[in-house]
């Protein structure tokens, strides 16, 4: 193999890789940095293939490992709606009941305002360290294994993919939970029980994942999830606000006993901390354009601004207008038309389809470039049928799981606790601090131990209490229970 670079000006430069096997095929990739890229095409096999890009200063640098999928290529708008898909999913319609109920009007708007603060730093955080010592590191696990080790790269890989298989998990709940909720406006007979919706949203979620080769090829479905995404919260919203006029004073009460209290809050605080951040920051900076940095930071800026504006608006409303009584999935309380309940609901379905697809590219990835071909393009007939076998299998244990267990609000503890609180908080500060340890003063030195010991405990606290709220809730309710 050999790699060659040349430079037509100062703000322009074209990498090129390119492999030639045994038996004269290749696999090329190229890159402009004013813009232009082909496909990165690298074989799953070559596990010491570097490939070339730009870093913040226009010099090359190596990326961490080789890949199956497209890196480099997104405008930084695209990660921008990326990240903001992930934060207005059909889980905005939970939060009403599940941050707002626990924590009443003064913390849990306090809450969501200082957790958006907190994650938009952690994540710039992380953006900052996707580039040490000449290399580019395109996976959490590459990043920390490059810090730390080998153990903890072992450790990060499960802490991610736990994190990532919960919210996918999740996604199919939520996805069955819309279904059920389309057919029961027009048919309460009981006779399309969630279990059942559960099994078909899996399958349609199969069924886009095996069309959709790598992230960077969402493109225009992300305009379709914005404007689903849009559908929903927008008649929400309306509904909502109908209902909060027209219905009698409310009752804002923290509901339950003192003790309940002390874990519910806990959990909900876990569930803040869930609402803004995927678990999976280097990956997706891995499709942006260089300047890698600034374009990741203009993206996060647009997800902790213009995107969350939508997530405040659906969350507050949905509080203000039901109270304590508001449902964990809030099309199930408000009134109106039953076909515009409906377009809610349906949208909030295909949007999930999308996000769900999001959160499970680090799990395609890994099994692309590890198990896949490396032969032909992404529509060759053996890859087509490689992922249909492999994503397959992964969509449906994630069904299976979702349909023994469907209890939305714990899962949304559960994963903040285990490990969006290590990833998001926890690793970052002190990821950072590794790596600039000599470049902080003091008083910045104290700061980011602040948070690793903070967000720790945290994390021990949020996983205790989702544990606990699991155990009441698997007595109340059976397996493949019918919610």
Same mark, same amino acid.
């Given at each position: 193999?050999?790699?060659?670079?040349?430079?037509?000006?100062?703000?322009?430069? @074209?990498?090129?890789?390119?492999?030639?096997?045994?038996?004269?095929?290749?696999?090329?990739?190229?890159?402009?940095?004013?813009?232009?890229?082909?496909?990165?095409?690298?074989?799953?096999?070559?596990?010491?293939?570097?490939?070339?890009?730009?870093?913040?200063?226009?010099?090359?640098?190596?990326?961490?490992?080789?890949?199956? @999928?497209?890196?480099?290529?997104?405008?930084?708008?695209?990660?921008?709606? $990326?990240? +903001?898909?992930?934060?207005?999913?059909?889980?905005?319609?939970?939060?009403?009941?599940?941050?707002?109920?626990?924590?009443?009007?003064?913390?849990?708007? /306090?809450?969501?305002?200082?957790?958006?603060? /907190?994650?938009?730093?952690?994540? !710039?955080?992380?953006?900052?360290? @996707?580039?040490?010592?000449?290399?580019? *590191?395109?996976?959490?696990?590459?990043?920390?294994? *490059?810090?730390?080790?080998?153990?903890?790269?072992?450790?990060?890989?499960?802490?991610?993919?736990?994190?990532?298989?919960?919210?996918?998990?999740?996604?199919?709940?939520?996805?069955?939970?819309?279904?059920?909720?389309?057919?029961?406006?027009?048919?309460?007979?009981?006779?399309?029980?969630?279990?059942?919706?559960?099994?078909?949203?899996?399958?349609?979620?199969?069924? %886009?994942?095996?069309?959709?080769?790598?992230?960077?090829?969402?493109?225009?479905?992300?305009?379709?999830? +914005?404007?689903?995404?849009?559908?929903?919260?927008? $008649?929400?919203?309306?509904?909502?606000?109908?209902?909060?006029?027209?219905?009698?004073?409310?009752?804002?009460?923290?509901?339950?006993?003192?003790?309940?209290?002390?874990?519910?809050? /806990?959990?909900?605080?876990?569930?803040?901390?869930?609402?803004?951040?995927?678990?999976?920051?280097?990956? $997706?900076?891995?499709?942006?354009?260089?300047?890698?940095?600034?374009?990741?930071?203009?993206?996060?800026?647009?997800?902790?601004?213009? =995107?969350?504006?939508?997530?405040?608006?659906?969350?507050?409303?949905?509080?203000? !207008?039901?109270?304590?009584?508001?449902?964990?999935?809030?099309?199930?309380?408000?009134? =109106?038309?039953?076909?515009?309940?409906?377009?809610?609901?349906?949208?909030?379905?295909?949007?999930?389809?999308?996000? &769900? *697809?999001?959160? !499970?590219?680090?799990?395609?990835?890994?099994?692309?470039?590890?198990?896949?071909?490396?032969?032909?393009?992404?529509?060759?007939?053996?890859?087509?049928?490689?992922?249909?076998?492999?994503?397959?299998?992964?969509?449906?244990?994630? +069904? &299976?799981?979702?349909?023994?267990?469907?209890?939305?609000?714990? %899962?949304?503890?559960?994963?903040?606790?285990?490990?969006?609180?290590?990833?998001?908080?926890?690793?970052?500060?002190?990821?950072?601090?590794?790596?600039?340890?000599?470049?902080?003063?003091?008083?910045?030195?104290?700061? @980011?131990?602040?948070?690793? $010991?903070?967000?720790?405990?945290?994390?021990? !606290?949020?996983?205790?209490?989702?544990?606990?709220?699991?155990?009441?809730?698997?007595?109340?309710?059976?397996?493949?229970?019918? &919610?």
């Amino acid at each position: 193999m050999d790699a060659s670079t040349s430079s037509a000006s100062s703000s322009t430069q @074209h990498l090129y890789l390119q492999h030639r096997q045994d038996d004269d095929t290749s696999s090329f990739a190229s890159f402009t940095c004013s813009g232009e890229r082909a496909p990165l095409l690298l074989l799953p096999g070559e596990k010491k293939i570097m490939a070339a890009t730009a870093d913040e200063k226009g010099e090359t640098v190596d990326v961490s490992e080789d890949t199956a @999928h497209q890196i480099s290529v997104d405008p930084w708008y695209q990660v921008g709606f $990326i990240l +903001t898909t992930g934060v207005n999913s059909a889980y905005v319609l939970g939060y009403s009941g599940s941050i707002m109920v626990p924590l009443g009007w003064i913390a849990g708007t /306090i809450g969501l305002i200082l957790a958006a603060a /907190i994650s938009m730093y952690a994540n !710039a955080l992380l953006a900052r360290l @996707h580039e040490i010592d000449g290399k580019r *590191h395109i996976r959490y696990r590459d990043l920390a294994g *490059h810090i730390y080790g080998r153990k903890m790269y072992a450790l990060t890989w499960a802490l991610q993919y736990v994190n990532l298989f919960m919210i996918n998990t999740g996604f199919i709940i939520l996805a069955g939970q819309a279904l059920k909720a389309t057919y029961v406006l027009f048919r309460d007979d009981g006779l399309l029980k969630l279990p059942y919706c559960i099994a078909i949203s899996g399958f349609v979620c199969a069924l %886009f994942a095996f069309g959709i080769p790598y992230l960077s090829a969402l493109r225009i479905w992300l305009g379709f999830s +914005t404007l689903f995404s849009l559908i929903y919260i927008v $008649i929400a919203f309306v509904l909502s606000l109908r209902d909060g006029m027209t219905t009698p004073a409310r009752d804002y009460s923290i509901p339950g006993a003192h003790s309940s209290r002390v874990f519910t809050t /806990i959990g909900a605080v876990a569930n803040l901390v869930f609402a803004y951040n995927t678990g999976m920051l280097p990956e $997706i900076q891995a499709t942006i354009r260089p300047p890698v940095v600034k374009n990741m930071e203009k993206a996060l800026w647009f997800q902790f601004t213009i =995107g969350s504006v939508p997530l405040y608006a659906v969350i507050f409303m949905g509080y203000w !207008a039901y109270g304590s009584s508001t449902s964990s999935y809030l099309m199930n309380s408000v009134n =109106g038309p039953v076909w515009i309940k409906a377009v809610a609901n349906i949208s909030a379905f295909l949007q999930t389809v999308i996000a &769900l *697809h999001i959160f !499970a590219s680090p799990m395609y990835e890994f099994m692309d470039t590890r198990f896949g071909s490396g032969r032909g393009g992404p529509f060759a007939f053996q890859n087509v049928m490689f992922r249909v076998m492999v994503r397959g299998g992964y969509l449906t244990v994630n +069904t &299976l799981v979702a349909a023994i267990l469907p209890f939305l609000g714990d %899962f949304m503890s559960l994963t903040g606790a285990l490990s969006t609180f290590p990833l998001t908080f926890v690793l970052a500060n002190h990821m950072y601090l590794m790596v600039k340890r000599h470049k902080l003063s003091t008083l910045q030195k104290c700061w @980011h131990w602040l948070n690793v $010991i903070g967000f720790s405990s945290l994390a021990i !606290a949020a996983a205790v209490a989702a544990l606990r709220l699991i155990m009441v809730d698997s007595s109340t309710y059976h397996f493949f229970a019918d &919610l």
